[in-house]
């Protein structure tokens, strides 16, 4: 079975792993140092890129080369998603104010209590 390189896919599983960690378009191109117009294409699935690139998203959005070019599951993309959440919610946080954080804090010891059953510390 000859496996093929669809840019389309790789391009969503980019903008899917970019939005969950809470970076625009122009925030990516950058860390990638890459133009914006040039990033934005390989999100739509319209252009390639060079190894270095794929290299550089994979690093930035810390996902495997196998899951981005395959979309193909290891088990140390299975450890890196917790890393990843953690990103995301860590990113949520970041850019809130002090009470929202402090919400968000007891709002998270409430969840955690009902799901685990044990009482919040």
Same mark, same amino acid.
């Given at each position: 079975?000859?496996?093929?390189?669809?840019?389309? @896919?790789?391009?969503?599983?980019?903008?899917?792993?970019?939005?969950?960690?809470?970076?625009? *378009?122009?925030?990516?191109? #950058?860390?990638?140092?890459?133009?914006?117009?040039?990033?934005?294409?390989? #999100?739509?699935g319209?252009?390639?890129?060079s190894?270095?690139?794929?290299?550089?998203?994979?690093?930035?959005?810390?996902?495997?080369?196998d899951?981005?070019?395959?979309?193909? #599951?290891?088990? #140390?993309?299975?450890?890196? *998603?917790?890393?990843?959440?953690?990103? @995301?919610?860590?990113?949520?946080?970041?850019?809130?104010?002090?009470?929202?954080?402090? +919400? @968000?804090?007891?709002?998270?010891?409430? +969840?955690?209590?009902?799901?685990?059953?044990?009482?919040?510390?």
């Amino acid at each position: 079975m000859k496996k093929t390189y669809d840019r389309l @896919a790789v391009g969503d599983r980019l903008r899917l792993k970019r939005t969950l960690l809470g970076f625009t *378009q122009d925030e990516m191109a #950058e860390k990638i140092d890459r133009a914006t117009k040039y990033y934005a294409d390989i #999100e739509r699935g319209s252009c390639g890129m060079s190894v270095e690139t794929l290299m550089a998203l994979a690093d930035v959005l810390h996902m495997s080369l196998d899951y981005l070019i395959y979309g193909k #599951e290891t088990s #140390e993309n299975e450890k890196l *998603q917790h890393t990843e959440e953690v990103a @995301a919610i860590l990113n949520m946080l970041n850019n809130s104010d002090e009470r929202t954080r402090k +919400y @968000a804090r007891s709002l998270i010891k409430i +969840y955690l209590a009902a799901v685990t059953g044990r009482p919040e510390t």
